[in-house]
């Protein structure tokens, strides 16, 4: 993917055009992905760029508290340097507000594209627990099947919660195990039992089965679905 860098608007020559063709390259790799409707981790990707110009358009201190993690030492001078050069030249102001307002419109034009693949994909799961649920459902197994129905993909998840400006957000890690064949043997309930009787760090596991009719890419579109949509089933179980 023809990636973007944290502060590509503001680097180098600050010229509409110039800017206008690095923006729609980098676009139209992402909608060549989107076509073959793998999503990750090009969606977040865009998202994240879209949330960069906003705040660097709204605030540029705000860049600071919203991507610590992306956003490094030296970026933030770039940044902090451009500030200092637009409070004195009218023409550069202008040109910048340009490529912000038009890279912004353009971007969210893609993100609409990825969000309906994302929706509709999410839309088609059905996730449920394989036998009785523990009290304690922070770590355990996902069954991962699609509509090839030819095997059940094994995942180790493991739920985290983590801070960031006063909210509590949860995130998820998960360890691919082992493929089963999907016959009559290996069925769901067949496989939490092997789970249990093979891995034993996880005596009584929260084992879920995520299933699709849909056929799409494991890496890239379904376990990056399939694992946010099971943060929520088990934060609206847990509720």
Request: net charge negative.
């Amino acid at each position: 993917m023809g990636a973007l860098s944290e502060t590509w608007f503001a680097d180098g020559y600050i010229d509409f055009e110039l800017k206008k063709y690095t923006l729609l390259a980098y676009l139209q790799d992402i909608n060549h992905y989107f076509t073959q409707t793998r999503l990750y981790p090009q969606l977040s990707d865009i998202i994240f760029h879209y949330n960069n110009l906003v705040a660097f358009r709204d605030n540029k201190q705000f860049l600071q508290q919203q991507f610590p993690k992306r956003l490094t030492a030296v970026n933030l001078q770039k940044l902090e340097l451009l500030y200092e050069q637009l409070v004195t030249d009218d023409e550069l102001m202008e040109e910048l507000e340009n490529i912000i307002r038009y890279s912004l419109s353009q971007m969210n034009n893609t993100i609409k594209e990825g969000t309906e693949i994302y929706e509709y994909v999410a839309g088609n799961l059905n996730i449920f627990p394989v036998g009785l649920v523990p009290l304690e459902t922070a770590e355990g197994y996902i069954l991962l099947c699609d509509g090839n129905c030819r095997q059940t993909l094994v995942y180790a998840y493991r739920l985290t919660i983590f801070e960031r400006h006063d909210e509590k957000f949860r995130g998820i890690h998960t360890q691919f195990i082992q493929t089963y064949k999907k016959d009559l043997m290996h069925t769901i309930g067949h496989i939490k039992t092997l789970l249990i009787r093979e891995r034993n760090n996880l005596p009584n596991p929260a084992v879920y089965c995520v299933e699709t009719p849909l056929v799409v890419p494991i890496d890239e579109t379904l376990l990056p679905i399939a694992k946010r949509s099971l943060v929520r089933y088990i934060a609206q179980q847990a509720a």
